[in-house]
């Protein structure tokens, strides 16, 4: 089975940015549907983006124009370039891995990383 593990997370000003890692290890990447999903303090976690197993992305609404998702085959790395953060970016950013074609809710996620936080100040 898949293990990931994410790194990058950090604490930035409002309009910073920051690029957080995913390393995947254990598997091929086509056999998965890839993603972030993020947990504000006391909130439920929530999807960010996907890249789906025929190579499409998608992303939440709130992070459109300002997060790109983006893929490694070779290195086995899936990163979250995030550009004009937000306070409300704020949040654990995990990384999650489903055998689904495509994933964009916590019940389809078979393996999730630890998280990395990131902290976006006003």
């Known amino acids: 089975q898949v293990q990931l593990a994410e790194s990058g997370g950090d604490s930035v000003q409002a309009g910073g940015s920051l690029r957080l890692s995913c390393a995947a290890s254990g598997t091929t990447f086509g056999d998965y549907c890839l993603a972030w999903f993020r947990q504000r303090a006391g909130g439920k976690r929530e999807w960010v983006s996907s890249?789906?197993?025929?190579?499409?992305?998608f992303y939440v609404d709130s992070v459109k124009g300002r997060f790109t998702i983006s893929k490694d085959t070779d290195n086995h790395t899936i990163s979250l370039q995030m550009n004009s953060l937000k306070p409300e970016d704020t949040g654990m950013y995990y990384c999650?891995?489903?055998?689904?074609?495509?994933?964009?809710?916590?019940?389809?996620?078979?393996?999730w990383g630890q998280g990395t936080q990131v902290i976006v100040s006003s």
């Open positions: 890249f789906t197993r025929d190579d499409r992305t």
């Open positions: 999650a891995a489903a055998e689904n074609f495509y994933c964009a809710l916590a019940d389809q996620i078979s393996v």
